[in-house]
């Protein structure tokens, strides 16, 4: 029997939780503009409100805001939602209703053994909803209701990515068929893990009490470079090979974000750089990152001003993204045996 042909798609997503960072930029939103721009690829990007009710229930203005911020900010990264098929989640019913079908294929042993579902549940698992155990099958709803064959993923979402394909498979041979892909990682390149400005130890979160760890994508280019001036070094000049980074964090971290907004090699970086003081060094990538940011910052604000703009956007995108869906879920039910009308 020969193998399916599945039209070559990208699927990937965040959460709309608010505060966008350089981490969320250089970890994923760069990413996936340049796997939009490069071609080959149909892009799906979408924003997972219903992913971002799991932990707890948000305020409806709140999440409704978060999720246009989202939107804001993957636009003035560079997705083109001409090229790109850019949702929120909840607008593609399709999403959870495969979720249920997965609900019903995946087993609970795989759900208990995420490592997610262990963290974010805690000592207090009883109290945790039936969403949250259940995430990772919406998850592989989100990619497989799109016959996604590759998923950008950084080291948080391996586990996941490999439950998807636990799923698809299982539900490929429970029911004789080919009918879901294997869908395959692509494994994030240099500086995908963008650290604390003032603790190279710790991952850059928006939730850390401190504004000065993190540059926000609505900071202005006042408030990048200014961060960047202060972010904790070291008092030893930059080395000559990247393994002279090894005990530095703090200076791994900042030649790192040099070299991914850069477009280059933290080894390139160091050629350029070394034996320079981090007060030389700072000012460079002050400018670097302003060049950069700064523009970003701008378009975000200017869509922030126009929430009916985003909306209309969303609109045609989950229109785009439901002539995708909607016979994929149709030839699930059947392969299953749901009459249909």
């Known amino acids: 029997m020969s193998e399916p042909t599945f039209t070559p798609r990208v699927f990937s997503g965040m959460q709309p939780s608010g505060g966008l960072t350089l981490g969320n930029y250089l970890g994923a939103m760069k990413r996936w503009v340049d796997m939009q721009d490069a071609g080959g690829f149909e ?4 924003m997972v409100d219903l992913h971002a009710i799991t932990a707890k229930l948000l305020d409806p203005d709140v999440l409704r805001n978060n999720t246009r911020e989202l939107c804001a900010g993957f636009i003035a990264a560079g997705i083109d939602p001409e090229k790109s098929i850019l949702i929120n989640q909840s607008q593609v019913p399709e999403h959870a209703q495969l979720a249920w079908i997965f609900n019903c294929i995946a087993r609970m042993g795989w759900m208990g053994r995420m490592t997610q579902w262990k963290d974010k549940a ?9 969403g949250l155990f259940a995430y990772p099958a919406l998850m592989a709803a989100d990619i497989l209701v799109y016959h996604a064959t ?68 609505t900071d202005d280019a006042d408030a990048i470079a200014k961060k960047i001036r202060k972010a904790k070094t070291d008092p030893d000049p930059l080395p000559e090979v990247v393994g002279g980074l090894e005990t530095r964090p703090e200076a791994r971290n900042l030649v790192n974000i040099y070299a991914a907004l850069a477009e280059t090699t933290p080894q390139a970086v160091l050629d350029a750089h070394s034996g320079a003081m981090f007060g030389h060094f700072k000012m460079a990538l002050a400018d670097l990152a302003v060049e950069k940011l700064a523009p970003i910052s701008t378009e975000m604000k200017r869509l922030m001003n126009d929430p009916a703009e985003i909306d209309a956007i969303l609109g045609r995108g989950a229109e785009r993204a439901r002539e995708i869906t909607v016979p994929i879920l149709e030839r699930t039910y059947d392969i299953v045996g749901m009459l249909r009308s």
């Open 43 to 46: 892009t799906v990007y979408c």
């Open 122 to 130: 805690g000592k207090n698992a009883e109290a945790a909803s039936l």
């Open 150 to 217: 590759h998923v950008p993923v950084g080291e948080d979402q391996k586990q996941h990515l490999e439950l998807t394909r636990d799923i698809a498979a299982k539900f490929n041979h429970d029911y004789g068929v080919e009918f879901f892909p294997i869908t395959e990682p692509v494994i994030e390149g240099v500086a995908t893990r963008v650290m604390n400005l003032q603790d190279g130890t710790k991952k850059m979160s928006k939730s850390d009490p401190s504004d000065k760890t993190r540059i926000n994508l």
